[in-house]
């Protein structure tokens, strides 16, 4: 089946988009195609040619979305200015948002080229493509397509589209536009995004409080994701962050191999906002932002407001309910409870630094890595006391992978790419990643962690 577009986002305000048209790409060639989410999506891979791809045959005109955020703290008004939606296609009865990044400026582009480089778009392949094997929710990538230009960035590179697939690209930051900007249509966009995104709640008597609760829990299970796999997406502004938790904006994001809380890797998050430890209470602070944006729809029933606010209030025992049951499995400890011992693993990891990964493979079957800080007094003292609770095999397999996308691994792979060796590395590498949960490896050259003066100096970029 080829794409079928039912794009309802344009049936609200103009104010909210902008009609646009994707840049002329004479030659556009596919580079990868995701097989796997063509399935999911119905669609076959011949049906999808560069010039669909690349946005130069379209089924209807696209848009670009108006949004605004925090950005490191600071509200700016924003929008897609590297992105335009083809369209919405439907299939199975499920709506997926079809977007295409780096395809042109945009209204909303302000200094920008509205381009991408094509080894950030076949890192957000990889890395997207490793989040949705891992089981964590997040935006997928159905292709990246060479356009033929040179994009200047630090090093001057072949440009690239990605097209990216989301059940939609509604952020926290397009109610704070919409609140901002557009504040007569606020009441029409939320009950757009229940209907759209969680109709359950449609004809419930509290839904603006429902809906805020709803999007909080989804962005709680997403960002425990993040932890159970040792994601640092890196810039957690509330433009990047969705209202269906789905993981999305792979700009300066890394996973993390030794253990570290403080650990961040954008080249822009000087004071480590963003860092992997302090995810939650960045989420924290974007819903409190978010319940902002919200207000102006209570206005005739404040006391459902203050529900809204104890809601919120919950967020931290609602959050570490979520953030320990998911350690619990890491673990293998099935009973409740079990947050003494999950402390005692979580002071090892920190005050040893040893790798996040390989160390609940080493806890499940001793022996996997031949690390010398698993043959120390101290993981023998951790392991011990985990195993009076937990260490139940089957539950830990589930919940620890074995492949995650080693930063160093994805830009080995890159650089190959780069130089005109191919895609055998990057594929490779893919080929791992599909199945992280299955392997009997222990030692794989996937596994190893990188030389500690790799992370030390690593570095990720914004708009690259
Ligand atoms: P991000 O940091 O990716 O969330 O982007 C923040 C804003 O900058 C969004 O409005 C993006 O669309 C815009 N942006 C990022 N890179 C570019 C670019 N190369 N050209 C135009 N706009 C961009
Ligand atoms: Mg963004």
Request: hydrophobic fraction near 35%; include cysteine.
């Amino acid at each position: 089946m080829p794409l079928s577009f039912d794009t309802t986002y344009k049936e609200l305000d103009p104010k909210l988009y902008s009609r646009v048209k994707p840049k002329d790409v004479d030659d556009p060639t596919v580079v990868l195609l995701n097989d796997r989410l063509c399935d999911d999506l119905g669609l076959a891979e011949e049906e999808l040619p560069a010039r669909v791809l690349s946005g130069q045959e379209l089924l209807e005109e696209p848009i670009a979305q108006a949004y605004a955020g925090h950005q490191f703290g600071r509200y700016t008004v924003l929008g897609d200015g590297r992105a335009m939606l083809l369209g919405e296609h439907v299939h199975d009865s499920s709506r997926y948002d079809v977007q295409l990044k780096g395809a042109g400026r945009t209204p909303y582009s302000r200094r920008g080229d509205g381009s991408a480089t094509v080894s950030s778009m076949l890192r957000e392949y990889v890395y997207s493509y490793a989040m949705e094997s891992l089981g964590v929710k997040t935006s997928r990538s159905l292709g990246v397509i060479e356009t033929g230009e040179a994009v200047r960035r630090r090093r001057t590179e072949p440009g690239a589209i990605l097209v990216r697939v989301m059940e939609s690209h509604i952020r926290y930051g397009t109610f704070q536009y919409v609140a901002s900007q557009v504040p007569e249509e606020l009441e029409g966009f939320a009950d757009y995004v229940i209907d759209r995104h969680y109709p359950h709640l449609s004809d419930t008597d509290r839904k603006y409080v429902d809906f805020f609760e709803e999007v909080m829990r989804s962005s709680i299970g997403m960002v425990v994701d993040w932890m159970r796999v040792g994601f640092i997406h890196g810039v957690m502004n509330t433009d990047n962050m969705s209202v269906t938790g789905e993981t999305f904006d792979y700009g300066p994001c890394a996973f993390m191999n030794y253990y570290d809380e403080d650990a961040v890797f954008s080249s822009v998050d000087k004071r480590g906002r963003y860092a992997f430890g302090n995810q939650k209470s960045m989420l924290q602070w974007n819903l409190a932002r978010f319940a902002e944006s919200l207000r102006p729809l209570f206005e005739g029933a404040p006391h459902e407001f203050d529900e809204l606010r104890a809601t919120l209030d919950g967020f931290e025992e609602t959050f570490d309910r979520k953030y320990y049951s998911m350690m619990r499995e890491k673990l293998g400890i099935g009973a409740d409870g079990g947050r003494e011992t999950i402390n005692t693993v979580l002071d090892w990891l920190r005050e040893s630094g040893a790798d996040y990964t390989n160390t609940f493979i080493e806890l499940e079957t001793p022996g996997s890595f031949a690390d010398p800080v698993y043959s120390s007094e101290g993981f023998r003292r951790v392991r011990e006391e985990v195993a009076d609770v937990g260490l139940d095999r089957e539950t830990m397999r589930k919940a620890n992978p074995r492949y995650i996308p080693r930063n160093y691994l994805v830009e080995r792979a890159l650089n190959e790419f780069l130089e005109g060796n191919g895609l055998s590395e990057l594929d490779r590498l893919l080929e791992v990643l599909e199945n992280p949960y299955e392997s009997n490896d222990t030692n794989s050259r996937f596994q190893r962690p990188p030389p500690e003066a790799f992370d030390a100096e690593y570095t990720t970029y914004c708009n690259t």
